[in-house]
């Protein structure tokens, strides 16, 4: 994971601490909407799962060294 100098005020999607500007902070993308719409379509004879998405979030360097 690299890490980068944030520009402006980021909250940490894991913590929820505050991210200061200049701060080191890293991008990770989590998978949202799996759990909810947990149904499955069937395409091609293969179970594709429907309303799937990945969103970018910010995290702050402590919780991406601690994992
Ligand atoms: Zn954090």
Redo the contacts with the bound molecule.
């Keep these: 994971m690299k890490l980068k100098k944030t520009r402006k005020e980021r909250k ?6 505050l ?1 200061n500007k200049g701060d080191l902070y890293g991008q990770k993308s989590i998978v949202l909407g799996e759990k909810v719409n947990g149904e499955s379509e069937t395409f091609d004879g293969m179970n594709t799962v429907v309303h799937y998405m990945r969103i970018p979030v910010s ?6 060294e601690n994992k």
Excluded: A, F, V
């Design positions: 940490c999607y894991s913590c929820k601490s991210i995290m702050c360097k402590t919780c991406l």
